[in-house]
């Protein structure tokens, strides 16, 4: 079993910045991708970004890429995700999860393990 903890999730004004952190626990050698979805009422959940360990290969969501950058820290088996010129339509909760699998994968199936997510408000 791999644990997820998510923290930073905060309100913020459009334009701003912030960073989430993700910090996993337990059985983390079989946590071989992790990722960061984001959720809102009466949707599915949305890919936002993901990182290889193994390579530190990334991909992001088309709705992310260029204001949103992942990274990992394996010493400290955490993952961020910086978030820059935040618009209104990222308010959401945002949840880590993490994968058993060497393929990254771009869809919530693909991955084993949870986080309980943390909410992330940009006001406009």
């Known amino acids: 079993q791999v644990q997820l903890v998510e923290s930073g999730g905060t309100l913020v004004q459009a334009g701003g910045s912030l960073r989430l952190s993700c910090a996993a626990s337990?059985?983390?050698?079989?946590?071989?991708?992790m990722a960061w979805f984001r959720q809102v009422p009466g949707n599915d959940r949305e890919f936002v970004a993901a990182i290889r360990w193994a390579d530190s290969n990334t991909h992001y969501g088309d709705s992310v890429k260029g204001r949103f950058t992942v990274a990992g820290d394996k010493a400290k088996n955490t993952v961020y995700l910086q978030m820059n010129s935040l618009k209104s339509d990222d308010t959401a909760v945002y949840f880590c999860a993490a994968s058993s699998s060497i393929v990254v994968w771009t869809t919530a199936p693909g991955y084993n393990y949870w986080g309980q997510g943390t909410q992330v408000t940009v006001s406009s």
């Open positions: 337990g059985h983390t050698d079989s946590a071989y991708t």
